[in-house]
């Protein structure tokens, strides 16, 4: 036989002898418990109890309705959370009030379903310093507001920060009754080197350590276009290690997962036995008028 054909024939011989069956085990994501509770400095707090879906599917989550959801107060028992309907969805309502300093761990028990259960501390509410709102005409159509915002950063403690900006309507009708609604906006920062430790902040939230400024009193600039709103409120929240992580992530998700050519974002849990988040937030408000 000629030497060519020879050696492609032990090729396919060796390649064919190698070959070998392999499972892979693909983790299910399906019929996990997803535990969801965001813990409001003295804010009355409402759970929310689900199980998860498989990947890409578009259907919402199926609800748990007879879920026993409990709260602990470092450590100890403190009470039951109450099913509750709002808007055709089932929350776990509570009575506690969160107090800055304390640990809640948080428990959903469903029957068939292992425990699942997350925890987190309060932070304290974030310092602030001088807020200033300055108006200026961008060209007939649009007002630009630049909101500057300082923040008095604890040396003792790593922080985390969230900052949100709204426009606010007021209004009275015919029968003298007074309205308010709050519209989310989406803002720029004005300092170029923010984009050197800047985490994925999408156009209506801005998200950032103090791993850059720790002990010092940082101000930031905020551009947005505003019409005529006469009034804004900034929202400054503190954040735990936990609740930063995830709506950081969940917020680079929302932008990152829907482009195709954008690496993926995995979303942040803490929940054991489950999916979701117990998170500790303090958050606080503030109204500016031109």
Known sequence: MPIIPLLFLL????????YKDSTIRIPEESNKVVLNLLLNKDSLMMARVTLSGRLNERQPMPE???????????GTFKETLTPYVS???????GNTLPKSGATYRVTANIPG??????SDQIPDTVKTGEMRMTVAQAN?????STISVQ???DVAVQNYYRVRLYTINEWVDSNGNGGRQKSQQYFETAEADLELFEEGNSGGEFYITDALFNGRNPRFTFKTNTGGFKKMM??????????YNYLNSASMSRVNNENGLSEQVIVYNNIVNGLGIIGGVAQREYVLVR
């Open 113 to 118: 379903y292992v425990e699942a259960s997350g």
């Open 140 to 144: 007939n159509w649009e007002v630009q």
């Open 87 to 93: 808007a055709g969805r089932t929350y776990y309502r």
């Open 64 to 74: 748990v309705t007879n879920a026993v959801v409990n709260l602990y107060e470092n």
């Open 234 to 243: 900034v929202e400054i929240t503190s954040l735990t290690y936990h609740s």
């Open 151 to 153: 923040l008095y950063d």
């Open 11 to 18: 090729l396919a011989l060796t390649i064919s002898g190698c």
